[in-house]
Nanobody
Framework: QVQLVESGGGLVQAGDSLRLSCAASGLTFNSYTLSWFRQAPGKERDFVAAISSGGGTFYATSVKGRFTISRDNAKKVVYLQMNSLKPEDTSVYYC???????????????????WGQGTQVTVSS
């Protein structure tokens, strides 16, 4: 059974940190770009960060310098370290695996085929 399971969300105050994890099972992991997206109520799902199979990282402008994406291929886990959190970071965060192997090809959600169920991050002011 293919699964991506996120964890680590919660309620924090502005300025705090959280680390999200996404554990994969039942799917090939190492050769694919993995990404984090987020979606706030009533809004579209937005790209947050990506990490290619080679370890290259890419970030949305809004999180650059505050968030760090990493991966552990042996454990099949992708992480999102979130520092200096702001109220506008409040969203459900999803991890996703790219449809195809190869280099990172952009932030379009349509380029990803496997998604987790999401984890809620709430940042109070």
């Amino acid at each position: 059974q293919v699964q991506l399971v996120e964890s680590g969300g919660g309620l924090v105050q502005a300025g705090d940190s959280l680390r999200l994890s996404c554990a994969a099972s039942g799917l090939t992991f190492n050769s694919y770009t993995l990404s984090w997206f987020r979606q706030a109520p009533g809004k579209e799902r937005d790209f947050v960060a990506a990490i290619s199979s080679g370890g290259g990282t890419f970030y949305a402008t809004s999180v650059k310098g505050r968030f760090t994406i990493s991966r552990d291929n042996a454990k099949k886990v992708v992480y999102l370290q979130m520092n200096s959190l702001k109220p506008e970071d409040t969203s459900v965060y999803y991890c996703a695996r790219a449809r195809t192997t190869g280099p990172y090809s952009g932030p379009n959600a349509g380029l990803y085929d496997y998604w987790g169920q999401g984890t809620q991050v709430t940042v109070s002011s």
